[in-house]
């Protein structure tokens, strides 16, 4: 069993930065890859970033590309999200998952249904 535990986030504007912080309990957390998600209201859980266990896989979504920088530090059994540039649109609840499928591609990496746990989320809003 693993626990999430996000934080970081905050209400911030436009242009500025925060980083996430998803904690976890357990001593596989390390095996695992981990996701970012966000879902704004009335929208559907959309990906933003996610890491493989060793770190040497890291994807991003298109609207995180040059933005966001996803990381990993499985001695503290947390990841992190850094996002600068800050826009409204990116105003959302934040969740990190842990999938524990040893293998995954990086397709099914961007999808929720291939992550086991969630946290509960961490607002993030971003005023203009």
């Known amino acids: 069993q693993v626990q999430l535990v996000e934080s970081g986030g905050g209400l911030v504007q436009a242009g500025g930065s925060l980083r996430l912080s998803c904690a976890a309990s357990?001593?596989?957390?390390?095996?695992?890859?981990v996701g970012w998600f966000r879902q704004a209201p009335g929208k559907e859980r959309e990906f933003v970033a996610a890491?493989?266990?060793?770190?040497?896989?890291?994807i991003y979504a298109d609207s995180a590309k040059g933005r966001f920088t996803i990381s990993r530090d499985n001695a503290k059994n947390t990841v992190y999200l850094q996002m600068n540039n800050l826009k409204p649109e990116d105003t959302a609840v934040y969740y990190c998952?842990?999938?524990?499928?040893?293998?995954?591609?990086?397709?099914?990496?961007?999808?929720?249904?291939?992550?086991?746990?969630w946290g509960q989320g961490t607002q993030v809003t971003v005023s203009s």
């Open positions: 998952g842990a999938a524990t499928a040893l293998f995954i591609t990086t397709a099914a990496m961007q999808l929720p249904s291939s992550y086991n746990y």
């Open positions: 357990g001593r596989t957390f390390n095996s695992y890859t």
């Open positions: 890491i493989t266990l060793s770190g040497s896989r890291l």
